[in-house]
């Protein structure tokens, strides 16, 4: 099984109920990841390197952890300009172009679903919205 390897951090920034969850994860961060005070300018984070079949295995399982633990999903993989899309490379998933298109979709889905949370959608609420779109996706 493949090693992935990324870094999380939120978005939105640290306040301070979010600055009490980062001391806690800086105190024990999730198997396979370490805590850094920086990844962006005042912005915490974890580096993770995770074995998983799929890059986005390995991100969602670590996103998925700290949520259930902590209550805070980590939607930020650095990419900086989602609307860019360098191309499908489905032959070479773990090539710098299946990386970047990975975490572009990965980052992309994370801060919709932290969005739609913010505006008070249930975790039932967003799976059926995206069965609905999945589904219309699947017959046209």
């Not at 005070?37 to 799929?54: K, M, Y």
């Not at 899309?85 to 710098?96: K, R, T, Y």
């Not at 949370?117 to 967003?126: C, F, K, V, Y």
Request: aromatic share 4%; proline share 4%; hydrophobic share 40%.
């Amino acid at each position: 099984m493949p090693v992935h390897t990324f870094t999380l951090t939120a978005s939105l920034g640290t306040d301070a109920a979010t600055a009490e969850v980062w001391q806690q994860l800086k105190a024990s961060p999730p198997a396979g990841c370490t805590y850094d005070s920086e990844v962006l300018p005042q912005t915490p984070g974890l580096h993770c390197e995770r074995a998983a079949h799929t890059r986005l295995e390995a991100v969602f399982a670590v996103v998925g952890e700290v949520d259930a633990s902590h209550g805070l999903l980590l939607d930020d993989l650095g990419v900086e300009n989602l609307s860019e899309w360098i191309g499908d490379d489905a032959d070479q998933p773990d090539g710098l172009t299946g990386i970047y298109a990975a975490d572009t979709a990965a980052q992309a889905l994370l801060l919709a679903i932290d969005r739609l949370r913010r505006l008070g959608h249930t975790a039932d609420s967003i799976k059926a919205s995206m069965d609905l779109v999945i589904g219309r996706s699947l017959t046209s």
